[in-house]
């Protein structure tokens, strides 16, 4: 079974310019969560999908974050304009219903924006 | 407001030491604590969690303790060995409109010296 994929592995970008991550979950699975942490602190929930459905995006920074998961298969995670603040390790994860407390995550993305 | 706290930040082991990690928790109704283990360039990996209604759980070298009326728990590594070299993250969950979602500490560097 392959696992969370999560494209690009690295991204540096400048102050103000847009950048897409891309999760792809486990293939079967309906729930797909978006992380992100910081240097040097918590790992922090942004958002859950079910399917195509956002069940939760309570941990959205601000309006410069924008998640999609068109069809309930892959997820895309853009920020525009980027901010220097939004420089993390941001990481997908997938899991097969809501009752499953496991997560799979992916490697994530590192992001830097200089 | 940090809902989980996690100590020490960074911790170095001789082989065939134990390692302790603790981590403290104010939200009474969360239900589920997983540890994740993360090696340099991967996603955490869940390597053993507990539910509040058992005092410790044991699999192989790694063993969670869970103090409910202190609202703490910790992970022990027996043995530890320099391939359990990695960062720790405790969490906590509850079930919260749909969504299983993790409230993470931040972090343990764990080092084991061959």
């Known amino acids: 079974e392959a696992g969370v994929t999560q494209f690009p592995s690295h991204s540096v970008i400048e102050k103000g310019q847009t950048v897409t991550l891309r999760c792809d979950p486990i293939?079967?699975?309906?729930?797909l969560y978006w992380y992100r942490r910081v240097m040097g602190k918590e790992i922090k929930f942004l958002l859950h999908?079910?399917?195509?459905?956002?069940?939760?995006e309570s941990g959205m920074p601000n309006n410069r974050f924008l998640a999609e998961r068109t069809g309930g298969t892959y997820s895309t995670l853009k920020v525009q304009p980027a901010e220097l603040e939004d420089s993390g390790v941001y990481f997908c994860?997938?899991?097969?219903?809501?009752?499953?407390?496991?997560?799979?995550f992916g490697s994530g993305t590192r992001l830097t924006v200089v | 407001q940090q809902q989980v706290k996690q100590s020490p930040q960074s911790l170095i082991v001789q082989k065939g030491g134990i390692s302790i990690i603790n981590c403290a928790y104010e939200n009474t109704a969360f239900d589920y604590f997983p540890w994740y283990q993360q090696f340099p360039g991967k996603g955490p990996a869940l390597l053993i969690a507990?539910?509040?209604?058992?005092s410790e759980k044991k699999e192989g070298r790694f063993t969670i303790s869970f103090n409910k009326s202190a609202k703490q728990f910790s992970l022990h590594i027996m043995d530890s060995q320099p391939g359990d070299s990695a960062t720790y993250f405790c969490a906590a969950s509850r079930r919260t409109g749909g969504t299983y979602k993790y409230i993470f500490g931040t972090g343990t560097r764990l080092k084991v010296l061959a």
């Open positions: 999908f079910v399917k195509e459905s956002k069940q939760d």
């Open positions: 994860a997938s899991s097969q219903d809501t009752n499953n407390y496991g997560y799979t």
């Open positions: 507990i539910r509040p209604d058992v």
């Open positions: 293939s079967g699975h309906d729930n």
